[in-house]
């Protein structure tokens, strides 16, 4: 009776000190101005007088440097009678808060990336984030929320504010039922910058894979597109894809979130970035053959992350260092093969010919041949690939 009781009291003891370190983060999407959100937190408890509060310099399946950083105006600190406390901009990505057991909240505005036409690096769009007041918000969450040197494996809550007129497409649950609020948890850092979110009017249609949710979310400026020809078009490809994984799928919920362009962006790239649980697309607006087509080999290599990094993985995908990161040495296992079931798994179920399906192997390997170092290790451009081998990297897709 003493062991269960005092197992009692430590799960109650866990809970309410799990309950307490928590990031509570609020988006609003109702004030919205020049291109610009608003984003509010109240922290987890501190024990120091100092803190510093990151955004990341780089993050997982982009490997380029983009300090997103450079995007917040306005960074303030508050003590809990909403009074000032110091704060010092230590570097483009992090900033000091002095006296931070006082903290009471913290305030910023975001701008977005999409609109960076200046000097500066680009950031690739499927990674960076859109703000067009009442049409569309892309929301990578590295773009809006950070954390506290030594606090990413703590819980987040996310709360989204907007308009009764938006939805908001992504991986992640919505624990609020308010048709102008919603709320999501993710149980570290990690976990919330690995689920994306999109807002605009709805456009949206499911897919079921055995017994996996496969949400399409479609964004078109002009309505070329609808998330309904997407899904006829993809609906083959990813049975097809079940079917080639036993008929199990290792998630129960998936989303494609589409932004489709009719200007071009400020990267001068289209394609998409996976996610363990989504992916984000950044195409041109069209439906003739060459586009879906584009976008059935995109999407089929982003599905098939599901597989790795999400369940095969090293540590340093693992434990990610968003600010000094550490590159793995393991491309030719997270992109290479990837891309190579992606174009198998078409073959294999009649989405294309052999003949096709060799005519692409064929010109991969001319193209690794003729545009890359081909004697260069995988392994070795794997953990230089931000620096020394920087140029290399498009090798892992041939």
């Known amino acids: ?159 989204v504010i907007h308009p009764d007129n938006i939805y908001g497409s992504t991986a992640l649950n919505d624990v609020d039922v308010s048709a102008t609020s919603d709320l999501f948890e993710a149980e570290n850092y990690n976990r919330l910058v690995d689920s994306p979110l999109m807002y605009g009017v709805a456009d949206t249609a499911t897919i079921m894979i055995g017994n996996s949710a496969v949400l399409i979310s479609v964004y078109s400026p002009n309505k070329v597109v609808s998330a309904a020809f997407l899904a006829g078009k993809i609906d083959k490809l990813l049975q097809a894809q079940g079917a080639y994984l036993g008929g199990v799928l290792p998630v129960k919920k998936y989303a494609f979130l589409v932004y489709l362009n009719d200007k071009g962006g400020v990267s001068g790239a289209q394609g998409a970035l996976e996610h363990s649980y989504s992916s984000v697309y950044f195409m041109p607006e069209g439906n003739d053959d060459n586009t879906v087509q584009f976008f059935m080999d995109v999407a089929a290599h982003e599905f098939f992350h599901i597989l790795t990094p999400l369940n095969i993985h090293s540590e340093e995908i693992h434990y990610f260092d968003f600010n000094t990161p550490k590159m793995s040495k393991h491309l030719w296992l997270y992109e290479g093969t990837t891309e190579y079931h992606a174009h198998l798994v078409q073959e294999k179920y009649g989405l294309t010919t052999k003949e096709d399906f060799l005519q692409v192997l064929q010109q991969k390997i001319t193209t690794s041949r003729q545009r890359y170092i081909d004697t260069l290790p995988f392994t070795v451009m794997s953990a230089n690939c931000l620096d020394t081998y920087a140029n290399q990297y498009g090798n892992v897709y041939q």
Not at 78 to 91: A, C, I
Not at 97 to 126: C, H, Q
């Open 1 to 159: 009776m003493k062991n269960v009781l005092l197992t009692v009291v430590l799960m109650l003891f866990c809970a309410f000190a799990f309950g307490q370190a928590k990031y509570h983060f609020t988006i609003d999407l109702l004030h919205v101005a020049d291109d610009k959100i608003s984003v509010e937190l109240i922290p987890p408890a501190l024990k120091k007088n100092e803190v510093v509060y990151n955004l990341p310099k780089i993050v997982p399946g982009t490997y380029s440097e983009d300090d997103f950083g450079r995007y917040i105006e306005n960074f303030e600190a508050l003590d809990k009678n909403g009074q000032p406390l110091p704060v010092e901009q230590m570097s483009t990505n992090s900033w000091k808060v002095s006296k931070a057991k006082k903290l009471g909240k913290i305030r910023y505005k975001v701008n977005d990336t999409f609109d960076d036409f200046g000097d500066n690096k680009k950031v690739f769009e499927p990674c960076g984030s859109n703000i067009q007041r009442d049409t569309n918000y892309l929301l990578n969450n590295h773009c809006f929320a950070g954390y506290f040197d030594g606090m990413k494996q703590i819980p987040f809550q996310l709360r």
